[in-house]
């Protein structure tokens, strides 16, 4: 395969792993599939290490497409060296291609090549040559005199020009100064005056200098959102040593040359006019690509983070979608996500009617048996938090009864969309919201897959990053989650199939059609009746499709239908069956595992060790949620102020987002508060969703700011 040697180093693997992932993904396989079962093949590599082999691989497609353009063109102008084209080949970089290419691209017209149709070249070469002589550089440029060139004041700028744009263009001095720029560029920052910031957003960044490779990637994006918006003025200074020193290695002047001077101009001439601005633009750009890739990963694990949230299983739930002049809108849904009722109540100003909304809340928790109550984080949510924890003390009724906030990003998206509209026909728009507040709290993951990831917002600069980049980042993130934790292929929604291994919105549609059309699914082998998806397509999805009840036990686990036979061979070893209880099951296979090795098991049963190990685990626990395995999260029963907070206090609190500079937490008052990434110990790793135990530092009232240190 090509570039498996180039991979192979860069990562440090096999390049037999490398050759392996690069073949199965060329024969259209998914990268969950190949992740999860084609562990023999590719050494049980991850999926991040499958997709960075993947990334790579398109990355030196794009750089081999481009040098064959670049060497094209190059010979197409008759200047293709030897030398040049063994640096061509040479070049393991876009970078340092393009700094090859430079000057042979094909120019607007500049003040060089004005002077080249003047006819000045051979002046130029004069002065890049250096030779010693005793002619003056007048008497040098007398010669070139023309109509066009009047004097030999004139004839020498145009040479000048020429062998400025000539020193720009050098790789060697491109790459060279473009190296000092990211090591040791300064940044500065003013404030454009008269420029609005009336909330004193950018007054870090008002009078602000700090060597770029000490800039934090959040301090990048602010920056640069600040001089979008016309409020920071932004200039890149490199020193006069880091880039003169650079050039004269490579055009060194001679002072035995007539034209020396004229050299140190061009080079100076070089430098402020070409060759700095271009530079300043290359490293903005690669800080920038630098910060705006942190910001996407952290986007990446926060959503990962988001959707891997366990379900609360077996709860009536009434969701609010909090408001204040049109009050907020109830829903109240049973354990399946049914829908059972709806209400708008109008507790805040204007309307002020908290008694009619505490009435209503506590006949809809009556009535239905309502055991828990998630509200929506957005607009009037404290308020409505307060509200929702007078009723949990005040009711008799209400015992047992908690509430939970909901990170309710998205959920007016949802409301609009076509998904929502097929599956709520007859609910107004406004109500939607509180039912996908209700839904995500059952099934988290169900429920978000249904909204754009790029309308969960979870990170910061979000609109500021590449968004094709950052899409792109978010769908993988999706993908992963889904398919690790696998789909019920009866109950689950067009929006959440789509994301299996091998399906797609299309067959995603298809697969639900035909569920509606014929009754649910008996066996995964019936999903080969649905029309379009064939023998691959089922390779690709069939292990990550449960169906529960059916005909066939293993097909409510994990194990890929290809393996059934070493599945079902491994229970007759264990002498056990699938039905039997979990703690029996999980006895036989432990007793298995003691009688025979699991290498000389592997062998017998002409499967690789790998594939056995997972067959195992899912025979001990068929189907399992990875998400149980996390903490469920934190329930209250009352609200606090931020007048209730004093330094020293000992609170619980949620994980609501993750930052380059620490972690916001939810504590249970109106303001998150602010974890610094000093204060959390070098051991731990926060995600959205954990659950803290902080200790309050400072509670800044009218800023809206609470300090966290880590308990």
Known sequence: MPYTTVIAQ?????????????????????????????????????????????????????????????????R?????????????????????????????????????????????????????QQLPGRQSATQLAAPFVNEQVTTPEEA????????????????????AVRDKGVKFATLHSQRIAGAADEKGVYTLYYDFALRVDRLRPHQILALNRGEQEKVLRLHLEISEMDWLMPMRHFFRPDRRSPLSDHLELAMREAAQRLLLPAIERDVRRHFTEEAEKQAIHVFAQNLRALLTQPPLVGHTILGIDPGFRTGCKVAVVDSTGKLLDTATIYPHPPQNRKEDALKLLAALGQKYNVTLIAIGNGTASRETEQVVAELIRGRASANGL??????????????????????????DVTLRGA?????????????????????????????????TA?????????????????????????????HISGIGPKLAAKIVAHRDERGPFINRQELQKVSGLGPKAFEQCAGFLRIRGGDEPLDGTAIHPESYGIARAVLQQAQIALAAPPAERERA???????????????????????????????????????????????????????????????????????????????????????????????????????????IQKVEKERGRIALVWE
């Open 435 to 467: 039912v996908s507040i209700a839904r995500r709290v059952q099934d988290p993951l169900a429920e978000l897959v249904k909204i754009d990831p790029q309308a969960i917002g979870v990170g910061m600069y979000q609109h500021d990053v590449d968004q």
């Open 76 to 128: 197409e102008q008759g200047k293709l060296t030897a030398a040049l084209e063994q640096q061509l080949h040479a070049a393991a970089t876009l970078t340092v291609l393009e700094d090859l290419y430079q000057p042979y691209k094909p120019k607007r017209k500049t003040r060089a090549s004005t002077a080249r149709e003047k006819g000045l070249q051979p002046l130029a070469d004069l002065i890049l």
């Open 589 to 695: 296979v432990a007793q298995l595992r003691q009688r025979v090795r699991l290498e000389a098991l592997a062998a017998a049963l002409q499967t690789g060790t790998p594939t056995l190990n997972d067959i195992l685990e899912q025979l001990i626990r068929p189907g399992r949620d990875p998400r149980l395995d996390s903490p469920a999260p934190l329930l209250r029963q009352d609200v606090l102020s931020m007048d209730d907070l004093k330094p020293g206090m000992r609170l619980k609190g949620t994980v609501r987002n993750v930052v380059d500079f620490g972690v916001f937490v939810d504590i249970g008052v109106k303001q998150d508060g602010l974890l610094h990434r000093s204060q959390v110990p070098r051991d731990v790793t926060l995600q959205v969703g954990d659950l803290v135990e902080v200790e």
């Open 402 to 427: 908690a509430y939970l906030l909901v990170n309710e990003a998205g959920a007016s998206v949802y409301s609009a969309s076509e998904l929502a509209r097929a599956e709520l026909p007859t609910l």
């Open 470 to 498: 950052l899409a792109a980042a978010l769908a993988v993130v999706v993908e992963s989650v889904v398919n690790r934790v696998g789909v019920e292929l009866n109950t689950a929604s067009p929006a959440l199939l789509t």
């Open 156 to 175: 020498l700028a145009g040479a000048r020009d020429i062998v400025a744009e000539t020193i720009c263009d050098h790789a060697g001095v491109r790459q």
């Open 10 to 74: 860069e990562l440090n693997l096999r390049p037999q792993d490398v050759t392996a992932v690069l073949q199965l993904l060329e024969a259209g396989n998914t990268i969950p599939f190949i992740a999860r079962y084609r562990k023999e093949a590719t050494g049980s590599l991850d999926e991040a290490v499958i997709r960075d082999i993947e990334n790579r691989a398109k990355s030196l497609k794009t750089l081999a497409d481009r040098r064959e353009t670049v060497l094209a063109s190059i």
